[in-house]
């Protein structure tokens, strides 16, 4: 999967520029460069060294600067609350066994109104093989070990419903989801969901 946020996902950002991005599961770097280079003051998270060690090589090349961090992604306890103007994560989610904590702890650290990007594998897709055969009911709970960038990764499959009720529970509005077209020719179901909450207040 590609750590690179996508046009939609920049738009749905905003303007970042001046802006405090929190940058979770950075992966090899993409997203909190881009956001860098669009002026943003980036704080970066990932659960690995070797991911965080890859990111600040890619920064370095790219001559800008971000803050990195190596933790876990549900723990933000190194930022005061109100202090982030927009949160960001691609596909790292999935990855946290405890979202409801995960969204609670963004919630936290996000201004009022600030808004939560973030993307994983679409539910459906999971569903099926690489065959498009259907291996697993949607409503399966529960992890499951895909690959991404050649890596083993263990996800954990939660339908939409219980992400929409959870970022309630935790003080966010879903205001946009999308399920971008899939590149494979022929594909039928989305592989990927964006979802955009903010945290309620004035």
């Known amino acids: 999967m590609n750590d690179t946020p996508t046009d939609q996902e920049l738009r749905l950002l905003g303007d970042l520029s001046g802006k405090r991005v929190l940058d979770l599961g950075c992966r090899g770097g993409a997203a909190a460069v881009a956001f860098a280079q669009r002026g943003a003051i980036v704080i970066a998270l990932d659960a690995t060294d070797e991911h965080v060690a890859r990111a600040r090589s890619r920064a370095e090349q790219a001559e800008v600067k971000v803050e990195w961090r190596t933790g876990d992604l549900a723990d933000l306890a190194f930022l005061r609350a109100e202090s982030i103007d927009a949160a960001f994560s691609a596909y790292a989610v999935a990855e946290v066994d ?17 808004a939560f990007v973030f993307s994983y594998e679409h539910p459906m897709s999971l569903c099926l093989d690489a065959g498009g055969v259907v291996t697993r009911s949607y409503f399966d709970p529960g992890p499951i070990d895909v690959e991404r960038d050649g890596d083993p990764v263990r996800i954990h499959v939660r339908d939409v419903g219980e992400v929409f009720t959870e970022l309630g529970r935790a003080g966010f509005r879903v205001d946009t989801i999308l399920e971008p077209k899939p590149s494979t020719p022929g594909a039928r179901i989305p592989d990927t969901i964006v979802w955009r909450a903010r945290k309620e207040g004035a």
Do not use: C, H, I, T
Not at 105 to 113: C, D, F, M, S
């Open 98 to 114: 405890d979202a409801a904590r995960l969204f609670r702890q963004v919630q936290r650290v996000l201004k009022p109104n600030g």
